[in-house]
């Protein structure tokens, strides 16, 4: 009798999968709340991360009951401006498929066209084919992606590169992911240009400019990292060199944060060389004072990388 | 006659599947796979043509299975191996090798006979296929 029950329970189990338990056991979940606390904003693409990981996780958990399933797309297309983190969310993304089973490997080969495209007839095709080996089994990112298409340029070998990358993408589905990345607008011109690729991409992600408040988050945790912190009066001054800053050309979102950062440091060291009020403290090496900020050719009208 | 060279040949000949498992042993144990094929199929005939570079940079066995069948698609009708080599100080060779495609029709091997001083004999081996010249034995 007892035992019957037993072997009723376990049938009635087969037939069931807690999704929930499958999102912890994976591990998945992990690399979700690591990718919510350590990715400052970027709110849509987290939300787009979501409900990708959620569908894969569906159609694995599809899989195992024998329901009728296809591997599906996984290329991806990342369009935003420079310094959004497309590069750090791919390596994420990496993680994720490779958790979820969908790459065996999930390491990042990241490419631009140099990679790709070869100098003369001929080298085009091994050199593209040697970086789609290396990346099998897991993620290929190729960086500014538009500039493999050159309409300019009849005989340009990008177009020969594109061919066998659209070729694999499709027959070797199972190997590996591709994703394309690059400025929004150049994006949408190169897919114009190449229907082929519009059409194997699922997944077309838009990475958001950041807010200010986001972009000084970003500069604190940055500097957290470092040990090193803002004053009140710092931050203050922080806050305006991200809005006057914004407005200049080249603005490199969280890149030109870091660089602003980088050349408060440099300028920090200067000045305590300049004081020189005797031995310095661990509090005094790792507090960047307002006029470290103030002295930015910013704030005289210069432009800043 | 099959041929019987390299680990497995005893066995059927290997699926995919089965290739990418065995490329995968050798590639985790930090082997450099490589693809190499030839129509003579001489057991002392030790090295075979490269098919490209051999791989020492790919985390995945699958980029070693592609290059396979791309070599089936120029050289269906040869013999076609993969090797692993181990690069360890004091092994400096190659560890494991199997045959992953082979001609559809294989004559096998003539043993030939030749007396000489005394009553000694000498023996030799040549394959019914090397009797044509190369690129036109399968």
Sequence with gaps: MTNNNISENKNSHLGKIDLHAELVETGVEQVLVDLDKSLIGLEPVKTRIRETAALLLVEKAREKLGLAHETPTLHMSFSGNPGTGKTTVALRMAELLHKLGYVRKGHLVTVTRDDLVGQYIGHTAPKTKEVLKKAMGGVLFIDEAYYLYRPENERDYGQEAIEILLQVMENNRDDLVVILAGYKNRMNTFFESNPGFRSRIAHHIEFPDYSTPELLDIGSSMLDQLNYYLTKSAKDAFIEYINLRKEQPHFANARSIRNALDRARLRQANRLFKENNGPVNAEILSTLEEVDIRESRVFSGGIDN | ?138
């Design chain 2, 1 to 138: 006659m099959k041929l019987r060279q390299g680990t497995f040949s005893f066995l059927p000949d290997l699926t995919d599947a089965e290739i990418h498992t065995q490329v995968q042993y050798c590639i985790d144990n930090g082997w450099a796979v490589s693809v190499e094929y030839t129509d003579d199929p001489h057991p002392r005939n030790t090295y075979w043509e490269m098919w490209g570079h051999p791989m020492f940079d790919n985390p995945d066995a699958a980029a070693v299975v592609f290059e396979v069948n791309e070599c089936r698609k120029q050289f269906g009708d040869y013999y076609i191996r993969v090797i692993a080599f181990d690069s360890t100080h004091g092994w400096e060779s190659i560890k494991l090798s199997f045959i992953v495609n082979r001609p559809k029709d294989e004559p096998g091997f003539h043993v030939s006979r030749e007396e000489v001083k005394g009553r000694s004999m000498r023996y030799s081996i040549k394959s019914y296929a090397t009797d044509k010249p190369e690129g036109k034995r399968y």
